[in-house]
């Protein structure tokens, strides 16, 4: 049974970086194939996909974030980590990671997800 | 990016109506096989895959979802509303990074 589960800061200040971890199980991140994603949504919003890493380091951003992101994986501790920097307000959202097999169902399991306030 | 868009924006029906909603890609986004997923979303919970490959329903999904589609055109149709479908439903290409969403549609009760 694959879980994944997002921890992190529930609130930050301007231009403080966000760090998020995504702790799984289930699966493992030496799989050919398999990757874990991260996806938010700020409240009343569409979803936006901001990145991805692949079982084989291969890691993909947003273009539009790529200069504040960066995403990690512990394949030991079975974790994902997202960092974000320079967070503003307009940054406030659920953060969702995911798993993804590549080449097949895309984003097909879920954390529950984190939401993250930035504010003074 | 390949942008997607989804129409309508809100949808109202009624139990039992056959719906449908549209996702267009701005480029085509089918090779072999056409890398669109569509989610369902209710609120304060995370979106929950329903469709994958453009036609292929996950496990456990109701036979009611169907998916269809190729090339910038794609659909998702619910032959018979049930009360636990209102929701809101996102489209996804994964053919090219970034993976974009659609803006979704809201479906809502008549």
């Known amino acids: 049974q694959i879980t994944l589960k997002e921890s992190g800061p529930t609130l930050v200040e301007p231009t403080q970086t966000l760090t998020l971890t995504c702790t799984f199980s289930?699966?493992?991140?030496?799989?050919?194939?398999?990757?874990v994603g991260w996806i938010r949504q700020p409240p009343g919003e569409p979803l936006e996909w901001l990145a991805l890493?692949?079982?084989?380091?291969?890691?993909r951003y947003s273009p539009s974030l790529k200069h504040r992101l960066t995403i990690t994986k512990d394949t030991s501790n079975n974790q994902v980590v997202l960092t974000m920097t320079n967070m503003d307000p307009v940054d406030t959202a659920t953060y969702y990671c995911a798993h993804i097999v590549y080449g097949t169902s895309s984003l097909d399991f879920w954390g529950q997800g984190t939401l993250v306030t930035v504010s003074s | 990016d390949i942008q997607m868009t989804q129409s309508p924006s809100t949808l109202s029906a009624s139990v039992g109506d056959r719906v449908t909603i549209t996702c267009r890609a701005s480029q085509s986004i089918t090779t072999w096989v056409s890398w669109l997923a569509w989610y369902q979303q209710k609120p304060g919970k995370a979106p929950k895959l329903l469709i994958y490959?453009?036609?292929t329903l996950e496990s456990g999904v109701p036979s009611r979802f169907s998916g269809s589609g190729s090339g910038t055109e794609f659909t998702l149709t619910i032959s018979s509303l049930q009360p636990d479908d209102f929701a809101t439903y996102y489209c996804q290409q994964y053919d090219k990074f970034p993976y974009t969403f659609g803006q979704g549609t809201k479906l809502e009760i008549k």
């Open positions: 289930g699966f493992s991140l030496t799989t050919n194939g398999v990757g």
């Open positions: 490959k453009a036609s």
């Open positions: 890493i692949f079982w084989d380091n291969d890691d």
